[in-house]
């Protein structure tokens, strides 16, 4: 079975401090994406990545930078946290392939700025 | 363990078919449902459910959350040749706030 991990289930981080979200999968999969999941917003994606040191901005990408120095990794970054930061972050990574992949989901990260 | 299920995993049918997809759960501290369309990259929100009995609607979608079965249909009718994707269902729950995601349903629709 394909296995996402987040590094921090829970993060609690003061406004304007720099935040790593860390995404490993275990499954050699190519695509990995970062979404924020806000209620009654659904799932909106951030960054994604197809190949290690590749990187291309989805919906929302304003205020965060990703990272993909190595191929099982995915980092997210928020260069100067803010309170509308606030927000459950899930990982996913994929198959490469056109059209439609299945997703594999990491558990989440519930991260509050204050 | 908390898990989400999916079925059928795949599915192909004609255009103007009417198709059901299922999503059934066993959680603790269940909060809502969520579906999703997943067509390309990202998952598109389709619906939240948190109540049983409701249906909601969005043009030929709609779906409903049975709390005491513990399961949701996702329902498509005159399917078309653009609802070809994977629809996933979550579960999202009140402990540790976490959002359980099934494998989804790859639907096809021939035209």
């Known amino acids: 079975d394909v296995k996402v991990t987040q590094s921090s289930r829970y993060l609690v981080k003061r406004t304007g401090e720099k935040v790593f979200l860390e995404c490993v999968q275990d499954?050699?999969?190519?695509?990995m994406f970062w979404y924020r999941q806000d209620p009654g917003l659904g799932l909106r994606l951030i960054y994604f990545?197809?190949?290690?040191?590749?990187?291309e901005k989805g919906d929302i990408p304003e205020g965060y930078s990703v990272s993909r120095e190595k191929k099982e990794r995915f980092s997210l970054i928020l260069e100067s946290a803010s309170t509308n930061q606030t927000s459950m972050y899930l990982c996913?990574?994929?198959?490469?392939?056109?059209?439609?992949?299945?997703?594999?989901f990491g558990p989440g990260t519930r991260l509050t700025v204050t | 363990e908390d898990k989400v299920v999916q079925s059928p995993l795949s599915l192909v049918v004609h255009e103007g078919d009417t198709v059901t997809l299922n999503c059934s759960y066993e959680?603790?501290?269940?909060?809502?449902l969520l579906w999703y369309k997943q067509e390309k990259k990202a998952p598109t929100f389709l619906f939240m459910l948190t109540s049983s009995g409701i249906e909601k609607k969005s043009g030929r979608l709609s779906s409903i959350l049975d709390k005491k079965e513990l399961f949701s249909i996702l329902n498509i009718t005159a399917t078309q040749t653009g609802d070809s994707a994977i629809y996933l269902c979550?579960?999202?729950?009140?402990?540790?706030?976490?959002?359980?995601f099934g494998k989804g349903t790859r639907l096809h629709i021939l035209p």
């Open positions: 996913a990574s994929s198959e490469p392939g056109q059209g439609a992949r299945e997703q594999y």
């Open positions: 499954m050699d999969h190519e695509n």
């Open positions: 979550a579960v999202e729950l009140n402990r540790d706030d976490k959002i359980i």
């Open positions: 959680v603790t501290n269940f909060r809502s």
């Open positions: 990545s197809y190949d290690v040191k590749m990187k």
